[in-house]
């Protein structure tokens, strides 16, 4: 009871503060809404050492959590219920009700939803090889970092977050170092690449990002294409072959725009079907299809515009003629 | 403080979703100051500035490419009479806008229309048309887009103008410049016994319910 009292005390005087709150104080970080109940009890775990307050009473419910500002029963709330399946938790942007630093970059303790989200996927990753593309990887990944694995509740799109999240970050990485080497020709310091060879290096170097999934790839590329993921994974795929474009200097603004981002979503994706399958060493078959497939899109632009018949046509039609 | 910085710039490499964004455009943005001293678009703030500008200059490279088509089928039918260095001059100024325009984009990395063939062909197909009603036909035709075309500009112009003028001060000085040559344009074609010509309201109305129907559809494909 006594601890009850002091928890509602202190918790008023936290939300005096509002964002200044970056010390740990006796109470751990204050979280008056339902909103935010999971995302304070994954955090709780962490402070757990810090925090002098023997966990109340473990008999919460929700209705608690709306009305009281206490933040001991959240403590045990967390290691038992299944809070994590609140739908409202997603949308908190931090531990405070103070709205100043929604951007995340707030006190050291503290991190958005995103970030913590991200920081569990990242760490389901190692377990990918061992329970595959699926929740179970997730769970593994929440308990290296020592959250409970009902953390899992917070992704409600389960192994599709996993390879979304994934994904991105083999995008980014791609885009880095593509910048890193478009920097190193601008500076001169390295030489400009053919097309071609460009366009190959990058589809490879994105590719081998896969190796240490590679046995439960296809697991990963079936999950891609549920009608859920479809929008997103979509979505990531033009990004990827929008950046390899610019990186590989296209700055058409017509047609062209379109055509060859097609082609290279193409070559991108039967690779990556090869790749699946291969099993030379190294996978250099699937390099070889890669070359393959390059030199058939530069032949075929090369011989259209070599192609007769469109001079002829023009010839025949009086659109060269000169007026 | 400093752990706060040290645990952000710890998450910053965490951290997907808009801050893959922010780090994407902050690549892009690094390119774009490394070729140009200054670029007519800021660097977008968020994705749904980056949305805006693109219709934006989506829509505007549609409409200079249309209007460049509709000159070339006018001077297809009218290029040799009296009218067509008129419609020449007009027409290379369409061209430099499109050029301009071809710029940005490319710059800025926004993709163009789908529509591109289709206002290819329908351009054409509208300047050929037009001229083949004669000079009056031709000049009514350009009246007709001039006129959509200012007024498509202005709308652009209120827009950025209540948003924030001094972040676009580039983008807009460019908008009000090709909308006052195209300004030039419908007056010129008014000169030239546009609205002598039979039917003309009908032609006129027409013309510009498609060049509006035309705008919304560039928007957004």
């Known amino acids: 009871m006594a601890a009850l009292l002091r928890g509602l005390r202190a918790g008023r005087a936290l939300r005096g503060l509002g964002s200044v709150v970056a010390t740990p104080t006796a109470t751990t970080p204050q979280c008056s809404s339902l909103r935010r109940g999971f995302h304070c009890a994954a955090l709780r775990l962490q402070d757990e050492s810090k925090s002098d307050k023997p966990p109340s009473s473990s008999s919460t419910t929700y209705h608690e959590h709306y009305q009281a500002h206490s933040t001991e029963q959240d403590t045990t709330a967390a290691s038992q219920e299944d809070s994590a399946s609140d739908p409202a938790a997603e949308t908190a942007s931090g531990p405070n009700t103070s709205y100043q630093d929604q951007s995340g970059e707030q006190g050291e303790e503290y991190e958005t939803e995103e970030q913590l989200q991200a920081r569990i996927l990242t760490a389901a990753l190692e377990f990918v090889p061992q329970h595959g593309w699926s929740m179970e990887a997730i769970a593994a990944g929440a308990e290296t970092l020592g959250l409970s694995s009902a953390s899992t509740g917070m992704f409600y799109n389960g192994a599709g977050d996993l390879v979304l999240h994934f994904i991105t970050h083999c995008n980014s990485q791609l885009t880095e170092i593509l910048a890193e080497q478009h920097k190193q020709v601008q500076l001169g310091q390295a030489e400009p690449k053919e097309t071609a060879d460009f366009l190959r290096d990058a589809i490879e170097t994105r590719l081998r990002m896969y190796i240490p999934y590679i046995e439960t790839w296809p697991q990963a590329m079936s999950i891609l294409l549920l009608p859920h993921n479809i929008p997103d994974s979509l979505k990531h795929l033009s990004t990827l072959v929008d950046d390899i474009w610019y990186y590989a200097g296209d700055r058409s603004t017509d047609m062209n725009w379109y055509t060859k981002r097609a082609a290279l979503t193409g070559i991108y994706n039967t690779t990556e079907l090869v790749m699946v399958q291969d099993s030379s060493p190294d996978f250099q078959d699937t390099w070889n299809f890669l070359d393959n497939r390059i030199q058939d899109v530069v032949n075929m632009a090369t011989t259209a515009k070599q192609v007769e018949c469109v001079v002829s046509l023009k010839n025949l039609t009086g659109l060269n003629q000169r007026r | ?221």
């Open chain 2, 1 to 221: 403080m400093q752990r706060a910085a040290h645990t952000a710039l710890y998450d910053w490499s965490q951290i997907v979703g808009p801050a893959v964004i922010r780090r994407c455009l902050k690549c892009r943005a690094t390119l774009q100051q490394s070729s140009r001293a200054f670029s007519v678009i800021p660097p977008p703030r968020d994705s749904e500035e980056k949305e805006m500008l693109d219709r934006i200059l989506r829509v505007d490279h549609a409409g200079e490419y249309g209007a460049s088509r509709i000159y070339a089928g006018q001077m297809a039918v009218l290029g040799r009479t009296r009218t067509g260095p008129l419609i020449q001059e007009m027409w290379d100024q369409e061209k430099k806008h499109l050029e301009k325009f071809n710029e940005i984009l490319a710059e800025n990395r926004i993709r163009p229309t789908a529509l591109l063939p289709l206002w290819n062909i329908a351009g054409f197909v509208l300047g050929a048309s037009t001229a083949l009603l004669g000079k009056e036909g031709a000049m009514a035709c350009t009246v007709a887009v001039e006129e959509s075309i200012s007024e498509h500009y202005n709308s652009q112009i209120r827009a950025l103008m209540e948003k924030d003028p001094e972040r676009y001060t580039e983008l807009l000085k460019i908008i009000k410049e090709f909308r006052d040559d195209e300004m030039d344009h419908h007056d010129t074609g008014l000169e030239h016994d546009a609205e002598t010509l039979p039917g003309y309201w009908l032609l006129k109305n027409a013309i510009q319910l498609g060049c509006k129907a035309a705008i919304y559809v560039s928007q957004r494909v």
